[in-house]
């Protein structure tokens, strides 16, 4: 049975506060890596259970059951993922942007009779709705069928349309506060609660994914390179990296992003947000570079990470990124 996590007291009360006069779109929206999703998934599993409680799902009818296999006839669930535009919303079918054919067909689900107490789309990550996705859902929001429910889930709503988000009851979801989330982390085993909670930019389940001896050996051979700064070895490394698997080049822009971050706020503030095991390191490259060239450098990793779906050439693209990174630092240095 889907679960809040204990953090999110604040939003359930909320939501439980809709079912005498549900609102024909809910936007719950909140950092990444704080349990929207399972939130959600909670929510309408209450919501379309056939025996709830006052506080939950029986978890035993056939809605429950239907919605926990990802099967249930009044529910459509529009992800996305990397797949071309103009895909099918279907169970199973993700896509890298939301487009205007995936949100038709939504609408059209919405037509449809329900088979239980109503008809729900359920928009994962609503911010990627390009421009036309969304003035084609703008229709709906309007003049939503009877017995309907969109339900909008983000963590970037200043990317939604402003006609859309007005025509949503949002839902704030923040993240918990860090005692909160250490604790929480600790009962999940996690051997550094405090590191990768800082890692994950405070946001206690991207933290769990941190949890893994191999991950964290490449970010240490990563911040090494880093810490080096030394252009002599660009090639070399980026040849390396070079051979990563998707997921992992994105995890290294990730962490260089961080690592930017720190250098940046050290510079400013005195401060370290995310890589507080490598402080010294740390305070050791901040004086050498240019504050304005850190700022240009990081802006840059920005369009980087948007555009980093799809590189042309992923060891030429370290190449140029690495070799810029240490130029940084061979200036004053």
Known sequence: MHQPYPWQSEPVRQLRAMRTRLPHAVLLQGPAGGGKRALAGAFLQWLLCAHPTAEQACGQCDSCRWLLAAQHPDVLEVDVAAAEEGGEATPGRKLAQIGVDSIRQAVD???????????????HQAHVMNVAASNALLKTLEEPPDRTLLLLVTDQPARLLPTVLSRCHAVRHPLPDRAGALEWLAGQGVAQPGLCLDLAGGAPLAALAWNDVERMARRAGWLEMLARADSAR????????????????????????????????????????YHGDCAAD????????????????????TEVRRTSAHPLNVQLAVEDILLDYCALFEAQG
């Open 234 to 273: 660009v090639w070399n490394e980026a040849e390396q990296l070079a051979r990563m698997e998707h997921e992992a080049y994105l995890d290294w822009i990730d962490v260089l992003q961080r690592w930017m971050y720190d250098l940046l706020s050290l510079r400013m503030v005195g401060r370290i947000g």
């Open 282 to 301: 740390l305070q050791s490259l901040a004086p050498r570079a240019d504050v304005h060239g850190l700022v240009r450098f990081a802006q840059r990793l």
């Open 109 to 123: 689900f919405l037509r449809i009779g329900a088979h239980g107490p109503m008809r729900v789309v359920w928009i």
